[in-house]
């Protein structure tokens, strides 16, 4: 892996696979996960080598997309880390973007890449 890689954390399918695209077409490799608990192995195998990771809120299983950004965030502070959701956040952890669905791509882009 190199620094230019990305993990997208969602369970819909079609919205996991427009994600994805997008950061592919700006160069950065990706990641797909449909649960926080496959990212979070993604995650922790491989964090120091990852730029960002982007996460739906409400995702299938035990640990949310908010659980996931907060555990991400603390194990690998340089991460970026975006939550997205059609409705706000219970809370937005430190240091993440929150993005309201739905959004603008070059917002997101400029969330993964740190801008």
């Known amino acids: 892996m190199s620094n230019f890689v990305a993990v997208v954390v969602e369970d819909d399918l079609f919205q996991r696979e427009a994600i994805a695209d997008l950061l592919r077409d700006n160069g950065l490799e990706v990641v797909e996960c449909s649960t926080a608990e ?51 956040p219970p809370y937005v952890p430190t240091n993440t973007t929150f993005l309201m669905k739905p959004y603008r791509q070059n917002e997101l882009i400029d969330a993964v890449l740190g801008s």
């Open 38 to 88: 496959a990212a979070e192995i993604v995650v922790v195998t491989s964090g120091t080598e990852l730029l960002a990771l982007v996460t739906d809120v409400s995702l299938p299983g035990d640990m949310s997309g908010v659980q996931l950004a907060e555990h991400s965030k603390r194990k690998f502070p340089h991460l970026n880390v975006v939550i997205v959701s059609g409705t706000g």
